[in-house]
């Protein structure tokens, strides 16, 4: 056993709004910045859709992460090491500008120097580029909400395999069916963009898991771009060098959370860290398709087994550490509480970053169709568990998504998340919960008391509460004290004044 700590970010769907503030935040903080103006480091697609950059998910086109061939060895998708010499200056799988989009601002001077006339003044799109006039025919988020879904939503890969029925009747009411997924790197155990570098220029820092772009030693052969199945690495036009989502690891190192995470107006982001097992990255990545889930999940460690412990100190995790990993959000909605799956799980990158599957799809659409079937309230209730599969998002589309196409895992998930909202439903409109509840818990595999957490880490964290931060013994520049967005809940333990639990 060798332990490794890896920070580790959770994404809770139910809760996102759409709002694109961390987008923002992040825009504002790190890519403001020529040769980086159609970065978008974290964005938030909306579900079905075909993403940023557009189709991002065909690993036919792309050739991103990795595959298993018939004798169980896995492989780069993009290239071997021939192929890899033939593509150094041309290679047909990195996406075209037109796939994210050409960056424009507008000729603002038009509005002052335009001549008198009977029309209002515009002011002409021109690319960041080149400068050039140029007409918009896509954007950032351009599909937002479905507004393209004749282009967008319905071309959505993760649809194969739902019930044409069903999928037409998407179709037909496209633009209230849908979701949020927020994305940024995902910072993997098994990162393809590391393997596929010929300048070896990424790497993966042994303290937290963060992945980085050694700048000096890139040598902008956009390998990387390439072989990331999740096209989170990008190619700065203007420098010459290869860029992506660096977690906010200055942030991290003086206490604070990354800018995304800190902006969220829904709360929907939890952080902290989690132990796994290097030894067993390499059975996790040659693992069937049928098993890559659970021995990924395997990996990843008790932070309260006595032995785990011991390893971990054998391998310079301090105390601190272990403290963080304990009290860690992520450890307790990915391992103690099983309801949060990684993000396409079978381009065998051991992505570490999380997501709690929506519920709220699911029951809008059921109660609906159990108001119409003239079903008594307290009955109500608990037919909603035999409802799932006829929820608004199909267990097939979010099973595509999180657990490599298997419906069961998916449905374990969101029958926990129902019992928990049945079993408060319960107590704060009845005032009290029946034996019908408890036994829909125990059906769920819970129990009152992990409901109750469950309930709480969902719904009234506080700051430290949702970001576990361990410290990374730095010294705080003074800088990083005057910045704005230090929030004072959100000081990690060793910096400054650790905050007051539950305040």
């Not at 999928?167 to 393809?192: A, G, K, T």
């Not at 190619?235 to 690891?249: D, H, M, T």
């Amino acid at each position: 056993m060798r332990v490794r700590a890896q920070m580790s970010m959770l994404f809770h769907l139910d809760k996102c709004i759409g709002c694109h503030t961390c987008s923002v935040a992040c825009k504002n903080l790190w890519t403001d910045r020529k040769g980086a103006e159609y970065m978008w480091w974290n964005n938030v697609e909306t579900r079905p859709g075909t993403g940023y950059p557009t189709g991002w998910e065909d690993q036919e086109h792309y050739k991103g992460g990795w595959w298993r061939d018939d004798k169980g060895k896995v492989h780069l998708k993009i290239q071997n090491q021939p192929m890899g010499l033939a593509r150094l200056f041309f290679n047909p799988a990195l996406p075209q500008l037109d796939d994210y989009y050409d960056p424009f601002t507008y000729r603002y001077s038009d509005l002052f120097t335009s001549p008198q006339g009977d029309q209002q003044p515009t002011a002409r799109p021109i690319s960041m580029i080149t400068g050039d006039e140029m007409e918009i025919t896509s954007g950032p988020n351009w599909d937002d909400d479905l507004g393209g879904s004749g282009t967008y939503a319905r071309n959505d890969l993760s649809l194969d395999g739902v019930d044409p029925e069903i999928r037409q009747q998407m179709e037909e009411i496209e633009r209230v069916v849908f979701n949020y997924l927020p994305r940024i790197c995902n910072h993997c155990l098994n990162p393809s963009c590391v393997a596929a570098c010929p300048a070896a220029a990424i790497y993966k820092r042994a303290e937290d898991g963060v992945v980085l772009v050694h700048e000096d030693k890139c040598r902008a052969w956009r390998m990387c771009v390439a072989a990331c199945p999740y096209k989170k690495v990008y190619y700065n036009w203007s420098s010459g060098k290869s860029e992506k989502c660096i977690l906010c690891f200055p942030r991290m190192e003086t206490g604070q959370a990354p800018a995304c995470a800190h902006s969220c107006v829904g709360r929907i982001r939890y952080m902290g860290v989690l132990l796994y097992d290097a030894d067993r990255i390499e059975a996790v990545v040659h693992s069937p398709d049928d098993e890559l889930l659970d021995t990924q999940m395997d990996a990843i460690l008790d932070p309260f087994d006595p032995r785990v412990i011991a390893e971990a100190k054998a391998a310079g995790i301090g105390d601190d550490w272990i403290d963080s990993a304990q009290r860690s959000p992520a450890w307790k909605f990915v391992k103690e509480w099983g309801l949060a799956l990684p993000l396409h799980p079978e381009y065998r990158t051991a992505a570490m970053m999380f997501y709690i599957p929506p519920l709220s799809p699911v029951m809008s659409t059921i109660e609906n169709n159990l108001a119409r079937l003239d079903i008594g309230t307290d009955e109500h209730d608990f037919e909603l568990f035999d409802q799932l599969d006829k929820a608004r998002l199909p267990l097939k589309y979010l099973a595509n998504l999180f657990s490599i196409g298997d419906e069961e895992v998916i449905t374990k998930i969101l029958r926990k998340m129902l019992a928990v909202r049945l079993f408060k439903r319960r107590q704060s409109v009845e005032g009290f919960v029946d034996e019908a509840t408890l036994a829909a818990l125990e059906a769920a595999g819970t129990t009152p008391e992990e409901a109750e957490a469950i309930y709480r880490l969902t719904t009234l964290p506080t700051m430290d509460e949702r970001f576990v931060l361990p410290p990374y013994h730095r010294e705080m520049s003074i800088e990083s004290l005057n910045d704005p967005l230090v929030h004072k809940g959100q000081v990690g333990v060793g910096y400054l004044t650790p905050p007051t639990r539950g305040a």
